[in-house]
DNA sequence: CTCTACAGTATCCTTGAGGTAACTATACCA
DNA sequence: TGGTATAGTTACCTCAAGGATACTGTAGAG
């Protein structure tokens, strides 16, 4: 017996969807602590505009942290909160599907 | 080390991604075999036009089977595949991360 | 003096997911 | 003769997410 919410689900995904966000936060996720330009430079294809919304997005949720140093060149970092790898299990288990997924496409 | 890869979990949303079709698996998932009028009725504010759209994306992507009897008036039923039931542990673990998310955005 | 590095803003534009409302086919019922 | 029920389809419309491009501020290097 399930019991799953369609409204709890639809804020879980809420947060992870999007076409930039899962890549953002795997890259957090294997990357640790990345610098705006690291961000920008492993997603080839996002503008500077929409990776600082998303970046907002997130912190907003406080999934990650961003990080100011007040120097010039400016320098800012992000990093997954302790909250935001909670998020880990939750993606390892859609990758996990999708990995399934791509293999049973594969066949047919 | 979580090795996840953005393109199989991009894999995954995609499917499960959308306005309505987190719902519609619910239903499926708690109701069994339903009809589109029943469907319908338990997504109340759906167009009969994006649900017909949104189970043939499903069905397409063999998560669900449809089938049609060839009656006057026309009955059509919709269930999960078996292969669309594997998807189950991918919902359940949303949902228990949207309702930790909902908790502690109360406390807030 | 001006060029570069970095992390952004500001403007304007495009696209596709989703939405509304009307129409279809057919058998049965009154 | 007309109304009802079911599961659609068709044509048209809307809006927000995302995208392209240019501009900003400041310190140090040359």
Redesign the interface.
Known sequence: M?L??????????E???GKWK??IL?AL??GDTLRFSELKRSLPNISQKILTAQLRDLEEQDIIIRTVYPEVPPRVDYRLSE?GK??????????A??????E?MRQK
């Open positions: 399930p799953i919410s369609s409204c709890e689900v639809d804020t879980a995904l947060l992870i969807t899962p890549s795997l996720i294997n909250y909670t998020l880990i299990p939750v993606l390892e288990t859609m990758n599907w999708g990995i399934q997924h791509a049973r």
